[in-house]
Antibody, heavy 128, light 110 residues
Framework: QVQLQESGPGLVKPSQTLSLTCTVSGGSISGGSYYWTWVRQPAGQGLESIGRIHAGGNTNYNPSLKSRVALSVDTSKNQFFLKLSSVTAADTAVYFC????????????????????WGKGTTVTVSS | QSVLTQPPSVSAAPGQRVTISCSGHGSNIGNNYVSWYQHLPGTAPTLLIYENDKRPSGIPDRFSGSKSGTSATLAITGLQTGDEADYYCGTWDYRLSLGVFGSGTKVTVL
């Protein structure tokens, strides 16, 4: 089955750029309706969507982070990437990569949104 | 601050039933399906419920979901020590064009 693994520095200095990689195994990142997404969880807080990208290039970003976030995908390596610039202590969190899908159920106007595969998460601390 | 609101914690004795509420708005829960996730810290979260009340294969029927208006509920019956975890609701938000999540609820088995 599809598995995801986050990798990247665990410590980033304030004002620098946080860069994470998510490696997809057990399946292809290309094709289908799946999006590849990043979610973070600051200590003691809930989950926050950062953004998502389709292998075809379509993206959605959290408006509160949009000016600082860049998502990309490398289909040849079966990887997708997160870059978050100008980080502060508020960006300290566990970062998860995941696979999500959303769409309409036949006969209903409502949308579904499911994350069916998650990575285990990686802790990133912003500190000098 | 999370878009969806959940109680910080719930607890019950083994074998009992607990419910976790998830409150949102018309731009999210009110007009979209709700999913629920179980998360044991240090591990990957797991999809427990999708489309309000459906269970992926392998999820026991002790877990059930429902939705009414702009709120959703996860129920766990026959509580087991292995159910101790954090639980999150999630859904699509039209206004943000993104998935949103709850603040998380810690389930403790007494």
């Amino acid at each position: 089955q599809v598995q995801l693994q986050e990798s990247g520095p665990g410590l980033v200095k304030p004002s620098q750029t946080l860069s994470l990689t998510c490696t997809v195994s057990g399946g292809s990142i290309s094709g289908g309706s799946y999006y590849w997404t990043w979610v973070r969880q600051p200590a003691g807080q809930g989950l926050e969507s950062i953004g998502r990208i389709h292998a075809g290039g379509n993206t959605n970003y959290n408006p509160s982070l949009k000016s600082r976030v860049a998502l990309s995908v490398d289909t040849s390596k079966n990887q997708f990437f997160l870059k978050l610039s100008s980080v502060t202590a508020a960006d300290t969190a566990v970062y998860f990569c995941a696979r999500d899908i959303n769409g309409q159920v036949l006969g209903s106007p409502d949308l579904y949104y499911n994350i069916d595969v998650w990575g285990k998460g990686t802790t990133v601390t912003v500190s000098s | 601050q999370s878009v969806l609101t959940q109680p910080p914690s719930v607890s019950a004795a083994p074998g009992q039933r607990v419910t976790i509420s998830c409150s949102g708005h018309g731009s999210n829960i009110g007009n979209n399906y709700v999913s629920w996730y179980q998360h044991l810290p240090g591990t990957a979260p797991t999809l427990l419920i999708y489309e309000n009340d459906k269970r992926p294969s392998g999820i026991p029927d002790r877990f059930s979901g429902s939705k009414s208006g702009t709120s959703a509920t996860l129920a766990i019956t026959g509580l087991q020590t292995g159910d101790e975890a954090d639980y999150y609701c999630g859904t699509w938000d039209y206004r943000l064009s993104l998935g949103v999540f709850g603040s998380g609820t810690k389930v403790t088995v007494l």
